[in-house]
């Protein structure tokens, strides 16, 4: 595989606003601006900001994945992919554990978003497969699902193929599998993201940027080694230069 330049390398790192309020948020992604890397807006932004939040990234030219894991019956999940094609994010996720029809249903309701001439584009769709905090004794003893993590995660990317989505979130370690089993353009996006000697925290699958590069993954989201530091954007810098490697 080629060496990846450091622009290439930022286009592929979405950078976690895990921040109380818009306040925080905004000045980290700030910090952040001009580096090329998308933001990644998750649950406890967005319902501290709201909607409002996404535009103010979007303004700022910046590429925004919203992560709400949906999960829901079809109908409402529809609905809400609807509303958030229509909010202008570029990616964004429902959970696998909802099953086909309620995949089926969040394309659909980009698809509605989209005809209604409310949306400039049609955000991507990704299906959360298993957390990256999620081991294999909790897989199996807690949430009830026999067998390897991998092939929970792997049966969980095959149906969300099957619902028309265009990739999944998983950790790095299934990267090669969900590849394999439904095809080289089927995009991951991976947690669990932590360079090296970075603390491991609450995560349990885990891999460095350089690996998680190696593995083929597309996207690597990438929170507390530089939501956390002291100066995110000299952070940031490292990892850049350590996926470039």
């Known amino acids: 595989m080629a060496a990846l330049t450091l622009n290439e390398a930022a286009s592929r790192v979405m950078v976690a606003l895990d921040k109380p309020d818009a306040a925080a948020a905004l000045t980290l992604a700030d910090q952040l601006h001009g580096k090329g890397c998308w933001v990644k807006v998750g649950m406890e932004l967005f319902y501290a900001a709201g909607p409002s939040i996404v535009r103010e990234l979007k303004s700022r030219g910046f590429r925004v994945f919203l992560d709400l894991k949906m999960h829901d019956i079809p109908n409402t999940v529809r609905g809400g992919a609807r509303s958030i094609t229509r909010l202008g994010v570029d990616l964004f996720n429902v959970h696998a554990a909802g099953g086909i029809a309620m995949m089926s249903a969040a394309a659909e309701g980009v698809r509605e978003g989209v005809a209604s001439g409310d949306a400039e584009h049609a955000p991507i769709v990704i299906a959360v497969t298993q957390l990256t905090s999620t081991s294999q004794d909790v897989l199996n003893n807690e949430i009830g699902i026999a067998g390897q993590v991998e092939d929970a995660v792997v049966r969980y990317a095959r149906l969300a193929r099957q619902a028309g989505l265009q990739g999944v979130v998983a950790s790095p370690l299934e990267v090669a599998e969900i ?10 996006v991976t947690p669990g993201i932590r360079p090296r000697g970075a603390d491991v925290g609450d995560q349990s699958r885990i891999m460095t940027p350089r690996d998680a590069v190696i593995a083929g993954t597309d996207y690597l989201v990438i ?17 850049l230069k350590e996926m470039t490697e």
């Open 179 to 188: 590849k394999a089993a439904c095809g080289s353009d089927f995009i991951t």
């Open 223 to 239: 929170g507390r080694p530089i939501n956390a530091a002291t100066n995110p954007a000299e952070a940031l810098d490292n990892i």
